[in-house]
């Protein structure tokens, strides 16, 4: 894991060095647990800055000072200026318990060298900003200065520290611009971006390094292991974590930023009780006879090698599922953690150098894509275009058609459908703007002319419920149009409707373009803008709006809610965030509290609303705050004796959302696993569900 932590105070920045980078509160005595590293970067050879971190050089430098000369580096010091980042970079668990057990230095050596190698990765991506003469650039300056720190354990549980290998190098925010000619300081912000891209080079550095040395290296969903050390001596180690995922669950805290600092909240005060050889004694006390055996054949266990090309076909097709374009530094980091312990970073980069991707560098950022996306892409322009003038209109313009009950801006966006001669039409319109209704209306008129409107949509929830609560009773998703071969029988020559059509993903969208091509069948689509995408790759419908020149009618008056409430909700689904919570907080309907009270106010203020037979709707951000609202509303309505105090458990299954990528590789799964299938295959039945018992490098039992 990587961490990088911005530091905004020279005093925070000295006592820091005192009180947790040399001699933390989590050591024993003497605090051998500890490394004082050296100095790192060019700028520290530069400076002539060599050896061992002191702390009279490392104050200086926290003052912007140069600490042989004591002249200033930077052209400002402020009291607000960021004194500079602390990078941590963090082992797996295993390798913290064998190295504390076993105490083999090559480990350590290991670590310390990937640790300055990925730092040298930072290094070779610094920038300064660039203001001079109206400029508002970014320079690469490629120079660097960090003070190197090693700590062997973690904090304290119970007043005895876990194994916890990691180390800080803490990075001053100056850097050398060589065309001006003097220090300044450093854009940190596309480095903060591509974390995950470090991290990665990090870990593939360390895991290749213990596999050449003999350690056999375990791929895991999140990263990787080593293979040898049993999964319940990690966990016998991890207390740490645990105490503070204990407390973050009680308290609704999800946000790892947030865990950090309740991290740094619910630390034990400094102790002193054992020495190095009582605290080894201790750890050693918790394993039972299987785990030190285990901890002696730690190298004897096989080890499952995959190669450089392989790895990048597997982030290729595992990115690109549900993304038509990527980073390049998050496509390198998902090769790099699909190959640790068996491929370098050199020869990463180079074979995903070699790799067919398509790339373009934009504002600071390298992109890149596949070339059957862009395929994809061009096809649905193609398609879309083709069908451009093609058709009969539904209905004649002398027939001037007129809904009464409509707003003239709803009778525009169906006359719009009823007079349009392309094979593809569409309406655009917000949550709100009556697309229904609209939609009610259109079908009946279209219908009258004698064609059939067959209505899809991309998710089962909008289709089949939704669409059918709305009157459109054999309303499918789109998938079973795609597959089932009667459904594309009866649309043919006839109409077809996709409603929540900004949820099609380019695969459907190229797709529905062909057989609509193929069987003369004409569609319309109906969505907003600015929903939610697919989860699939692409942002299909603004790709027929913008590149194939289809028009969409746009409807944007809200009809659902009325007054403030009304420009509120406008101001929002306009983007103007700030706006509508001012308009939202002007008529009292924003309640501020305690972050740590927000949950059990929601459920008072719920159950209050209930007592007066009112309808309440509860919106969380995320399914897991979602369901800690949930267990505070059940206590509340539990005292007071809306709910039984007997409770049932019931079992819910969750998908993991895994790509076809994922679901192919036996690395991602786990003992106790429910796998359910979808289509029937060799043993299984469609919608058969089956347990994970075992499972190897290349497949699952």
Request: hydrophobic residues 35%.
């Amino acid at each position: 894991m990587l961490r990088i932590i911005q530091n905004t105070s020279a005093q925070g920045a000295k006592s820091y060095y005192t009180d947790a980078l040399t001699k933390g509160d989590y050591y024993t005595k003497n605090h051998p647990q500890e490394i004082i590293g050296n100095w790192g970067g060019k700028i520290a050879k530069d400076l002539g800055i060599v050896g061992q971190v002191d702390q009279k050089r490392f104050e200086s430098l926290v003052d912007n000072v140069h600490p042989e000369t004591g002249i200033q580096l930077n052209p400002r010091t402020n009291n607000f200026r960021r004194v500079g980042y602390d990078f941590n970079f963090h082992c797996p668990k295993s390798v913290s318990v064998v190295y504390a057990l076993q105490k083999d230095d090559s480990i350590l050596a290991a670590f310390r060298e990937s640790v300055q190698e990925a730092m040298q990765e930072v290094e070779s991506e610094m920038k300064t900003r660039v203001r001079k003469n109206h400029q508002n650039d970014d320079r690469q300056t490629g120079n660097m200065l960090w003070a190197e720190f090693v700590h062997t354990t973690a904090r304290p549980v119970n007043k005895v520290p876990d194994p916890h290998l990691h180390a800080h190098c803490f990075s001053f925010n100056t850097t050398y611009d060589s065309e001006e000619q003097r220090f300044k300081a450093g854009q940190f912000g596309d480095i903060k971006r591509d974390a995950p891209y470090y991290e990665a080079v990090f870990h593939a550095h360390f895991s290749k390094k213990l596999a050449d040395l003999g350690y056999p290296i375990k791929r895991t969903d999140k990263g990787w292991e080593l293979a040898g050390v049993p999964q319940s001596l990690i966990d016998k180690f991890s207390r740490r974590t645990e105490e503070i995922e204990k407390i973050a669950k009680e308290q609704g805290v999800t946000s790892a930023q947030k865990k950090d600092k309740l991290g740094a909240k619910t630390r034990e005060k400094k102790q002193e009780e054992l020495d190095q050889k009582q605290l080894e004694n201790t750890w050693m006390n918790r394993l039972n006879a299987s785990e030190r055996l285990a901890l002696t054949r730690v190298k004897s266990v096989s080890m499952h090698h995959i190669s450089a090309r392989d790895s990048v076909n597997h982030a290729i097709n595992h990115m690109f599922e549900r993304s038509s374009v990527v980073d390049r530094k998050r496509m390198a980091a998902q090769a790099m953690s699909a190959g640790y312990g068996s491929v370098s970073v050199a020869e990463m980069k180079n074979t995903l150098g070699r790799s067919s991707l398509i790339t373009k560098t934009f504002e600071n950022q390298t992109l890149c894509t596949t070339r059957e996306a862009l395929a994809e892409e061009k096809q649905i322009t193609l398609l879309a275009r083709a069908g451009r003038g093609q058709c009969a209109p539904f209905m004649g313009k002398v027939d001037n058609f007129s809904h009464k009950k409509l707003s003239a801006e709803q009778n525009a966006a169906i006359k719009h459908i009823l007079y349009s001669q392309d094979q593809v039409v569409g309406i655009s319109g917000k949550a709100g703007t009556g697309k229904t209704t609209l939609m009610q209306a259109t079908v009946k008129a279209i219908e009258k002319s004698g064609k059939k409107v067959y209505t899809f949509a991309p998710s089962a929830e909008a289709s089949r419920g939704v669409l059918r609560s709305e009157g459109f009773k054999q309303a499918e998703t789109v998938a079973t149009l795609l597959k089932n071969k009667e459904w594309q029988g009866k649309v043919k020559g006839q109409v077809i409707w996709i409603d929540e059509s900004g949820l099609l993903s380019n695969r459907q969208m190229q797709e529905l373009l062909s057989l609509a091509h193929q069987s003369h069948t004409r569609i319309i689509l109906s969505g907003d803008d600015l929903q939610h995408k697919s989860v699939e790759r692409g942002d299909a419908q603004r790709i027929v709006q913008d590149y194939a020149g289809i028009k969409f009618a746009q409807i944007e008056m809200i009809r659902r809610q009325q007054g403030a409430y009304k420009d509120a909700v406008e101001e929002l689904s306009n983007g103007n965030i700030s706006q509508g919570m001012d308009t939202l907080d002007q008529m009292g309907a924003v309640r501020e509290c305690a972050d740590d009270k927000r949950y059990e106010q929601l459920a008072e203020e719920y159950a209050r609303l209930v007592r007066q037979k009112k309808s309440v709707l509860v919106v969380s951000p995320t399914h897991q705050e979602g369901a800690i609202t949930t267990t505070h509303i059940r206590t509340v309505l539990r005292k007071t004796g809306k709910l039984g105090k007997s409770e049932k458990k019931i079992n819910q299954q969750r998908n993991l959302q895994l790509t076809m990528a994922e679901r192919m590789n036996p690395e991602q799964y786990h003992n106790s696993q429910v796998i359910q299938f979808h289509q029937n295959t060799t043993g299984f039945k469609a919608g058969e569900k089956a347990i994970v018992v075992k499972r190897t490098h290349n497949s699952i039992v």
